[in-house]
């Protein structure tokens, strides 16, 4: 694209995001655009798909950090006046009605500026056909408590950019081909006089710094030789990964232009909560019935463990409601290969109904037990 492009569109408005935006606000809206707006989405709807173009637009400049800090420094020299050629006469500091030039950027962009000036192409100008990596996409999985704990395998479906399969990426209709551009010999840069002697180096305005005409734009893509495709790709999910995690899979993003490298695949994993266990970090916490009986004399009773299989807990006589047991490596694995614990709390069932002789036996145990009001202390502290 041009920098008459750059000047003309603010891909911050487009984008609807604040120009000191980070790039997860950016790639965020960039996918609700693209999701409410897509071609597919909305046949024959003009606006949708101008909408959708001018979003892809932006997200290309401002995703890339290099691209971004070169539209952020033409903006702010040519955009709002920060370099200019002032006219002979018209005062300034320029003795004798000299040019002079005026510019906020430090010492490379002035590098930069010159450079261009006496008709060489900057770096920051040559970057943009040079291999650049793809952009990093995000996607969310749903996996099953055990699959957590123990890690698991499973197929996860993304959306990403890619070459077009319908034109391999040269953005020209099948049984046509791209032409070299004609205004800049295949360069992607042209001249442009800046007054005097000076002449300025800028991308081609005809194809947008591609150094190719595409006559006959492709049907799928549109002429932008980059299109949206879903595929199941496998990932494994580590083990003892928490709900609302977040996981990297390395080049597993959208691949990269100009032979750059693919970007990364960020995963939000969610996790099913299971019917008889909870997590606590490492730990599993599991909640173990016990009667009033096995809990007042003692008992030797068997808690369950994930994945099947028990294990044995022993009681003391006169375990209070709610005390927790711990076991050792029975829990969720840890990076250095250990296990965490098994964290079971009992909990003292009351019987709901008593037989005449049951209750007979329980009168009579109070009144051998002869235990005192637990509640004196409380009601005394009140008073």
């Known amino acids: 694209m041009s920098q008459k492009d750059w000047m003309e569109k603010d891909y911050y408005k487009i984008l609807g995001v604040p120009k000191d935006a980070k790039p997860e606000q950016i790639k965020k809206a960039f996918r609700k655009i693209a999701r409410e707006n897509h071609p597919d989405q909305h046949p024959g709807d003009t606006k949708a798909e101008q909408r959708f173009k001018e979003a892809s637009e932006a997200n290309d400049v401002l995703s890339d950090p290099s691209t971004r800090a070169e539209y952020d420094e033409q903006r702010s020299l040519f955009g709002s006046g920060g370099f200019r050629f002032q006219r002979p006469g018209s005062g300034g500091s320029g003795a004798g009605g000299e040019r002079v030039f005026r510019t906020t950027v430090g010492d490379q962009g002035l590098g930069d500026i010159f450079g261009n000036l006496f008709g060489q192409a900057s770096a920051s100008s040559s970057s943009r056909r040079s291999p650049r990596r793809g952009a990093d996409v995000e996607g969310e999985v749903t996996i099953g408590f055990n699959q957590a704990v123990e890690g698991a395998t499973v197929g996860i479906q993304m959306m990403s950019e890619e070459a077009c399969q319908a034109c391999h990426g040269t953005g020209a209709k099948a049984g046509t081909s791209p032409r070299v551009c004609p205004t800049c010999q295949g360069s992607g840069v042209q ?82 909560p299971h019917p008889v266990f909870g997590r606590n970090g490492d730990n599993l916490t599991v909640t173990v019935p016990v009667t009033f009986t096995e809990a007042t004399l003692g008992a030797e009773i068997e808690a369950p463990t994930l994945g099947g299989g028990s294990v044995k807990l022993r009681i003391p006589a006169g375990t209070p409601n709610g005390r927790t047991f711990r076991v050792r490596g029975r829990g969720v694995a840890k990076g250095n290969g250990e296990k965490g614990d098994l964290l079971a709390t009992i909990e003292v069932q009351v019987p709901p109904s008593l037989t005449d002789e049951a209750r007979q036996a329980l009168q009579t145990f109070a009144d051998a037990a002869g235990q005192a009001n637990p509640r004196a202390d409380l009601l005394a502290s009140n008073r």
């Open 191 to 272: 001249q442009a006089s800046a007054g005097g002697l000076f002449q300025m180096t800028e991308t081609c305005s005809d194809c947008q710094g591609r150094g190719l005409i595409v006559d006959e734009p492709c049907e799928v893509c549109y002429g932008s030789g980059r299109a949206s495709s879903r595929r199941t790709i496998q990932i494994r999910v580590p083990a003892g990964v928490a709900d609302g995690q977040k996981i990297r899979i390395k080049g597993k993003g959208s691949p990269g232009e100009n032979g750059g490298a693919p970007g990364d695949l960020y995963v939000v994993v969610h996790v099913r």
